[in-house]
T-cell receptor, first 117, second 111 residues
């Protein structure tokens, strides 16, 4: 099955700096890659996603890049703010739209981001 | 609130007891998922429904676990004869397209 590795496990940045979280996946058939933000005591919140036919996607201060050849994808947060502090999870899935895939997401172990004011 | 709703938010039970959790998905979402999350880990897939049909089950879903979605709307997850290892956050998610949206979860503590 799919295996997703995420690093770093913890990341501290100064407010205003950029943060980068990286993930690698094992199954070359994976073609959908969402990122979730989870605050303490809450469920994961979808913040951005990317499909394998796109190399980069941006939404305000958040961007995701995908390198299918290397099987890795990254989350970039610019101009970090204290409210960005949370645990971030990457995930991968083989889209069922291909007819042979699955709807289950395989998650990384998470990155705890701390933004220091 | 039109998000995914889970009930209860917290549950403490004694080992050996049965527990049942409920999930109300986002209206009109035909797909519903259950995940389990332990401390310091990412969510792990348990099972998936499309409408009322349970189409995928993880090996994590032992025979003590059963999930239903009888009318293709809300879903229940039951754990029989709970064990301490069942202590975790149980998350429900729903989707219409590829994007899955999670509820706040049910925190289960087995004592």
């Amino acid at each position: 099955g799919e295996n997703v590795e995420q690093h770093p496990s913890t990341l501290s940045v100064q407010e205003g700096d950029s943060a980068v979280i990286k993930c690698t996946y094992s199954d070359s058939a994976s073609n959908y890659f969402p990122w979730y933000k989870q605050e303490l005591g809450k469920g994961p919140q979808l913040i951005i996603d990317i499909r394998s036919n796109v190399g980069e996607k941006k939404d305000q201060r958040i961007a995701v890049t995908l390198n299918k050849t290397a099987k890795h994808f990254s989350l970039h947060i610019t101009e970090t703010q204290p409210e960005d502090s949370a645990v971030y999870f990457c995930a991968a899935r083989i889209s069922a739209y291909s007819g042979a895939g699955s709807y289950q997401l395989t998650f990384g172990k998470g990155t705890k981001l701390s933004v220091i004011p | 609130d039109t998000g995914v709703s889970q009930d209860p938010r917290h549950k403490i039970t004694k080992r050996g007891q049965n527990v049942t959790f409920r999930c109300d998905p986002i209206s009109e979402h035909n797909r519903l998922y259950w995940y389990r999350q332990t401390l310091g880990q990412g969510p792990e897939f348990l099972t998936y429904f499309q409408n009322e049909a349970q189409l995928e089950k993880s090996r994590l879903l032992s025979d003590r676990f059963s999930a239903e979605r009888p009318k293709g709307s809300f879903s229940t997850l039951e754990i029989q004869r709970t064990e301490q290892g069942d202590s975790a956050m149980y998350l429900c998610a729903s989707s219409l397209g590829p994007q899955a949206f999670f509820g706040q979860g049910t925190r289960l503590t087995v004592v």
